[in-house]
């Protein structure tokens, strides 16, 4: 099973929801599209929202993640050691209001963490890579963070 979660903004993300349904994937393709997507597919079942529960539970199932450019839909997944493809909302085609995703996903493919679908690139040659890649495995930070954090409030 392949999740592709496309985050909660109000803009669409249709680009993306095109690249797979022109793939060749086969598989069961469970998306979460947003309150804004209207598409129609032949091959994925989409659905608006997906709780938080939910999601874990797809999350823990599927084989690997197609995702937009959004933090917590990159990392939700890498914490569960799933291999994740990564598509970036681009403001020029009025999927987001700025380009900080493309930022953000090329730090994440910089350190090894994800594979990037770019705009001009097919989905099914992405998905070629993962056969012989191995993704970097991603450790949090948070409990570090927060530790410090508890020093620098307790020291004042």
Not at 6 to 30: P, V, Y
Not at 89 to 102: A, D, P, S
Request: proline residues 1%.
């Amino acid at each position: 099973m392949v999740l592709v979660t496309l985050g909660t903004q109000t803009q669409k993300f249709e680009r993306l929801l095109k690249a797979i349904e022109e793939s060749s994937l086969n598989d069961e393709i469970i998306v979460q599209a947003g309150g804004s997507s209207d598409f129609l597919s032949k091959k994925m079942q989409i659905m608006k929202f997906i709780n938080y529960e939910e999601m874990n539970k797809l999350i823990e199932k599927a084989d690997y993640i197609i995702t937009h450019g959004g933090t917590g839909s990159i990392i939700m997944p890498l914490q569960k050691n799933k291999k994740v493809i990564a598509c970036a909302r681009l403001e020029k085609y009025g999927e987001h209001i700025n380009n900080h995703q493309q930022e953000l996903v090329s730090i994440f493919v910089e350190e090894g963490y994800i594979l990037e679908l770019h705009e001009n690139e097919k989905l099914d040659d992405v998905i070629k890579k993962f056969k012989n890649w191995q993704p970097k495995k991603y450790v949090s930070n948070t409990e570090n963070f927060i530790k410090n954090l508890k020093k620098e409030i307790d020291r004042k």
